[in-house]
C-alpha cells in the first residue's frame, strides 16, 4: 500500500482532492485493496452527516425528476471482468474503467469545465424533449419563460402547489396550480384510455360545490392540460367519463377528485 | 386509472413530495437497493419511490453545499436524473444505496461551486458562512431525525480541527489544501484531520465494517 496515496482517502471521499490528487488517486484504487475497503466504509460515515442537512425540496423538484427521466434511457449494467469502486458516472472516474480501457480514458481526460458543460447541454435537451417540464433557467437567458406554453408556465411557477393521486394500475394524476399564474394544469401519466365513444371531462368544483367544465380529454396517455376557467377559486378538480361531445355538468361520478384546499392567492 | 370503474378509493393528497422523509430505519437500506436495482430496469415507479425516501437528504446535502436553493435545486435535478441513468451500476456489495446516492448528489455540488466563478462565495469568510448555512431563511426546517442526532453525538466526540476540516470539506466543498489555509494547519494535515474525522464518525456509528 502507497502510504502517502492512502492518506487521500478521507479527502477523496468528501471530494476534497483538486483534479489532479483525484485522478491519481483513481488510478490507484482499483489495484488496491485496502484503499478501496476504507473508500466505501468512509463513504457509509459520510453518507450519515447528510441526514442532518436534511430539508424538503420544493414540489417542482420532484415534477421535473419524474418528467425527465421519462426521456433518459438507463445504462445497460457493466459487464466487464473489472468491477469498479464507485460507478458514479459513466464518463467519470478513471477508476471505474476496465484496465484497457483506462489509458484511453487518462487521454482524453478533460477538464471539469468541459464535463460541465456537456452536463449542460445534456440537461437542456432532457428540458426540450421533456415537453416542457422547465421550471429553472439552466441557461439564465430569462426571456425563455416568454417561449413557454401557459401550461409550462404554471408548471415552471415558483408558487406552484400540487396534488398527486396514484392509482393501483400505475397511473397517476396530478394538479399543479399557480395562484400568481392564475392557472392549474392537470398531467397525466399513462392513463387508460376513455370507453368507446366517451371522452374524459375535466371539471373545477367551486366553492359552493358545483361543478364546472374545464376541459377535455379524448385520449388516455399521458396528457398537459390548462384548465378553463377560475382556478384560483377552485376547491377541486374532477374527472368524469362523459359523451365524446362533453357535458355541461357531470353524468357519473368522479373517477378521481383533487382536494386543492385554498389557493394561496 | 381505469375509467369504468368505481371512484377511485386513493384519498387525494397534497402530493408526493409533501410525504415526511422516511427516516433510515423508515426505509431499509435493502430497500433502497432494491429501488435502485429496479429503476436500473427502468421501473419509473420505484424511481419515484427511491426519490421520496431521498430526496431531503439530497437536496439537504445540494442546499448545504452551494447555499442558492435555487442552484442546489438545479444540482439536485442533475443528480437524480444521473442516478437514474446510472442506476444499473450500483453495486450493493461496495456499499449502501444511500451512501451511492449522496456520494453522486455531492460530487455534483462540488463541481457546481468550483466550476462557477465563485467570488459571491469565495468572499466571504468561513466565520461569516458558517453561521448562516444553519439560519438559512430560505430553507425550510430541517427535518431532525433520531439518525440525526446520533450524527450529531458522534461529531462532538471528534477533535475541534477533526471536525472543522471535515465540515469545511464535505458541506462546504472546499478542498483539503484550501482547509489547511483555512484552519492554519500545515499544508498536507488538513487531509489527515479528514480522514481521521471520518474514521472516528465510521468507528462511532458503527456502519461500514
Known amino acids: ?123 437542456a435537451a432532457v428540458v426540450a424533449v421533456a415537453g416542457g417540464v422547465v421550471y429553472h433557467p439552466w441557461t439564465g437567458d430569462s426571456s425563455q419563460s416568454s417561449h413557454l406554453s401557459a401550461a409550462d408556465q404554471v408548471l415552471a411557477a415558483s408558487d406552484a402547489q400540487q396534488h398527486s393521486i396514484e392509482f393501483n394500475d400505475g397511473s397517476s394524476a396530478t394538479v399543479v396550480r ?25 371539471w373545477l368544483r367551486d366553492a359552493q360545490g358545483v361543478m364546472k367544465p374545464a376541459g377535455m380529454m379524448t385520449t388516455g396517455g399521458d396528457h398537459k392540460v390548462l384548465l378553463k376557467g377560475n382556478s384560483l377559486k377552485a376547491t377541486g378538480v374532477g374527472i368524469t367519463v362523459e359523451p365524446k361531445a362533453g357535458s355541461d355538468t357531470p353524468s357519473s361520478e368522479p373517477i378521481a377528485m383533487f382536494e386543492l384546499g385554498k389557493s394561496n392567492a | 386509472m381505469n375509467p369504468t370503474g368505481p371512484a377511485s378509493s386513493e384519498p387525494p393528497h397534497g402530493g408526493l413530495a409533501s410525504v415526511p422523509e422516511p427516516t433510515q430505519a423508515g426505509s431499509t437500506a435493502a430497500d433502497l437497493a432494491q429501488l435502485l436495482r429496479l429503476s436500473g430496469r427502468g421501473d419509473e415507479a420505484a424511481f419515484a419511490q427511491l426519490y421520496d425516501a431521498t430526496c431531503a437528504r439530497a437536496y439537504g446535502l445540494a ?117 489547511a489555509k483555512m484552519l492554519d494547519l500545515p499544508v498536507g494535515t488538513a487531509k489527515t484531520r479528514i480522514r481521521d474525522g471520518l474514521i472516528r464518525l465510521r468507528d462511532t456509528m458503527g456502519v461500514g465494517q
Not at chain 1, 178 to 202: D, N, R
Not at chain 2, 85 to 108: C, E, M, N, Q
Open chain 2, 63 to 179: 442546499v448545504r453545499v452551494v447555499r442558492d436553493p435555487s442552484q442546489a435545486e438545479e444540482v439536485a435535478q442533475e443528480a437524480f436524473l444521473e442516478i437514474w441513468r446510472t442506476a444499473s451500476r450500483f453495486d450493493a456489495a461496495k456499499g449502501s444505496a444511500v451512501s451511492w446516492i449522496l456520494t453522486l448528489v455531492h460530487r455534483k455540488a462540488v463541481d457546481r461551486v468550483r466550476s462557477a466563478e465563485a467570488s459571491t462565495r469565495r468572499d466571504t469568510t468561513y466565520h461569516q458562512s458558517s453561521q448562516t448555512v444553519e439560519h438559512d431563511s430560505t430553507a425550510e426546517a430541517a427535518q431532525a431525525s433520531m439518525e440525526a442526532r446520533r450524527v450529531r453525538q458522534a461529531m462532538d466526540s471528534l477533535t475541534q480541527v477533526q471536525r472543522e476540516a471535515l465540515e469545511l470539506a464535505y458541506f462546504k466543498g472546499y478542498t483539503h489544501t484550501e482547509v
Open chain 1, 178 to 202: 399557480s395562484a400568481k399564474e392564475g392557472h392549474a394544469v392537470l398531467l397525466t401519466q399513462k392513463m387508460a384510455a376513455p370507453p368507446s365513444g366517451k371522452a374524459f371531462e375535466l
Open chain 1, 1 to 123: 500500500m502507497n502510504e502517502s496515496l492512502h492518506a487521500l482517502s478521507g479527502a477523496y471521499v468528501v471530494d476534497a482532492l483538486d483534479d489532479e490528487e483525484r485522478a491519481t488517486f483513481e488510478q490507484h484504487l482499483p489495484g488496491c485493496l485496502d484503499c478501496q475497503r476504507e473508500v466505501s466504509s468512509l463513504r457509509e460515515a459520510t453518507a450519515l452527516l447528510a441526514d442532518d442537512a436534511a430539508l424538503t425540496p420544493p414540489p417542482a423538484l420532484r415534477v421535473s425528476v419524474l418528467a425527465g427521466i421519462k426521456t433518459i434511457r438507463p445504462l445497460a449494467p457493466e459487464t466487464g471482468r473489472h468491477a469498479s469502486i464507485t460507478n458514479l458516472d459513466a464518463d467519470g472516474p478513471a477508476a471505474q474503467q476496465p484496465a484497457d480501457e483506462r489509458a484511453a480514458k487518462v487521454l482524453t481526460f478533460r477538464p471539469r469545465g468541459a464535463r460541465f458543460a456537456r452536463m449542460l447541454v445534456a440537461a
